[in-house]
């Protein structure tokens, strides 16, 4: 079982639609929880971090479930700019807390 | 400052051939990683660094060395570069502390043949 896993999608929905993206991490001492963004052949970027009493970014809201050990983020009023690939992240225990990646979930906004 | 900047952006080697991916920041930051990115695997830890002159292998460490002789700089050496290896390579940094970001750089694309 990967530690960190993710629906690859893609996710195919309208513009102004809202999308939700779960992902699931196997370690539960896994700390700090990330969601980045990465559009294609380019680096991935920082979407936005995730806080155990769950956050919000203007369209993007973030939420962390412990008890059953996975992150989640929502996108609300779907924009054609969205189009990209989200990546969770989580820092794993080993040697040093290490950012481990899902394969990522591919979001397609059309018209 | 630049970020986290990368050479080259893309590179084409026989199998066989040697070389370095050059990865440096100037933000000072402790941790740096290298990761490769495989079309539907993700990106895959190769190497990382938790500060200069300590180094440990991550997922997928076969056929890569590194060096960290200096808190900038965060080379990585393919030693005999095969066909499988032909991927994304991304480097990446962050400050000390599992609570912050981390910054890519933006990536050499490697072909092997």
């Known amino acids: 079982r990967k530690e960190v896993e993710q629906d690859p999608g893609p996710f195919n929905v309208p513009e102004g639609a809202t999308v939700a993206f779960n992902c699931t991490y196997s370690n539960s001492a896994s700390q700090s929880f990330f969601w980045y963004r990465q559009d294609c052949r380019k680096e991935p970027k920082l979407l936005m971090s995730v806080y155990s009493s769950g956050n919000e970014d203007g369209r993007f809201t973030a939420q962390l479930n412990r008890a059953s050990q996975y992150i989640s983020l929502l996108i609300r009023d779907s924009k054609l700019s969205d189009s990209a690939t989200y990546l969770c992240v989580v820092n794993v225990p080993g040697g040093s807390y290490i950012p481990t990646f899902g394969r990522g979930t591919s979001l397609i906004v059309h018209p | 400052n630049a970020g986290v900047t990368q050479t080259p952006k893309f590179q084409v080697l026989k199998t066989g051939q040697s070389m370095t991916l050059q990865c440096a920041q100037d933000?000072?930051?402790?941790?740096m990683s290298w990761y490769r990115q495989d079309p539907g695997m993700g990106l895959r830890l190769i190497h990382y660094?938790?500060?200069?002159?300590?180094?440990d292998q991550g997922e997928v460490p076969n056929g890569y060395n590194v060096s960290r002789s200096t808190t900038e700089d965060f080379p990585l050496r393919l030693l005999s570069a095969a066909p499988s290896q032909t991927s994304v390579y991304f480097c990446a940094s962050r400050p000390s502390g599992i609570s912050y970001e981390q910054y890519f750089g933006p990536g050499t694309r490697l072909t092997v043949t």
């Open positions: 933000m000072n930051h402790e941790y």
């Open positions: 660094s938790v500060g200069a002159g300590i180094t």
